[in-house]
């Protein structure tokens, strides 16, 4: 008897839910019920409270530091895998401990390396993530991965910003990359900013590759943490002659005092996606909305339908 194909059913980490209401609304289903049993000293356990046997199930969670965000998708997956869910999807918008992908020094974990292979022990049969702090993490597993770019977000709202005299910029070396990309498709120029770190999360110099005179520039980049780097080099933007300086982040860890840097410096917007939840409100923050993005994604997934139409840089 051939094998007909049920709808999909998709739950939330806790971290992700609203995120998780969002893309299941898109997407045409209603959120499935997990309850979280939590004991007096911390542990926890996550419970379906519907039957998942056969079906597709999608887990949507952001696994940002602390640990309990990683360690909560892991009991998601095995508790699916043991209630004989037939294919699992971890949709991770942001894929945490993704910085350590490589041994930079001697005698360092490769973090990411180590995340990818727990979540395929944990059952995970593909996984669904966007924009990677570095493409090649997803050689790190035997599992398909879907990498989107939140390009396909960033792009129309940069349009509709009508900018004269645009300008993308790079705030480091490594992201390049990404910088020429956006600016192929904007038809603009690129400056790149080369920065030097007195150890994690500090700059101690900066430098700008390119001119930005009478320019309104557009920095680029995939996450925004402490936002040290951003303010840095929106004020050397500034100082160099730039007319506007706005910087677009896929992910807003937006961590330690990043709020208070990013209403005292000289960007004037800050554009993010939804991917992780915003500790506070601020009003040089933008929020878009990835949520139709992912519910397109998971559909054409559940449907063996095509989604490289997706992968727009």
Not at 145 to 156: E, G, R, Y
């Amino acid at each position: 008897m051939p094998y007909e194909t049920t709808e999909a059913k998709i739950f939330a980490c806790s971290q992700s839910t609203y995120l998780a209401e969002q893309i299941a609304e898109t997407y045409g289903v209603k959120l499935g019920k997990v309850i979280t049993s939590t004991y007096s000293d911390g542990e926890f356990q996550p419970s379906y409270e519907e039957s998942i046997r056969g079906t597709r199930v999608f887990i949507i969670g952001s696994t940002h530091p602390g640990p309990k965000n990683l360690m909560e998708m892991l009991l998601m997956i095995d508790a699916a895998k043991r209630a004989s869910a037939r294919h699992i999807t971890a949709v991770m918008p942001y894929f945490g401990w993704a910085r350590q992908d490589r041994k930079d020094k001697p005698r360092v974990p490769i973090a990411a390396k180590l995340v990818a292979k727990m979540l395929e022990a944990a059952g995970a049969t593909r996984i669904i993530t966007m924009d990677l702090h570095a493409d090649q993490i997803q050689g790190f597993f035997e599992k398909p991965v879907d990498h989107l770019f939140a390009s396909t977000i960033f792009l129309p709202y940069l349009k509709s910003l009508n900018l004269d005299n645009l300008t993308i910029a790079s705030p480091d070396m490594g992201g390049s990359k990404r910088a020429y990309a956006y600016s192929k498709a904007l038809k603009s120029d690129v400056v790149i900013c080369y920065k030097q770190r007195a150890k994690a999360n500090v700059i101690s110099h900066m430098e700008l590759i390119g001119d930005v005179t009478g320019k309104n520039v557009v920095l680029v980049d995939d996450m925004v943490d402490t936002a040290g780097t951003l303010t840095k080099a929106a004020d050397l933007m500034i100082e160099r002659g730039a007319l506007s300086v706005r910087a677009i982040c896929t992910h807003p860890i937006l961590s330690g005092n990043a709020y208070e840097k990013l209403e005292n410096s000289k960007l004037e917007e800050l554009i993010v996606t939804n991917s992780i939840p915003l500790r506070q409100e601020s009003k040089k923050l933008k929020v878009l909305s990835c949520s139709t993005l992912f519910a397109e994604v998971m559909y054409n997934v559940h449907h063996n339908k095509s989604i490289s139409n997706k992968f727009v840089m």
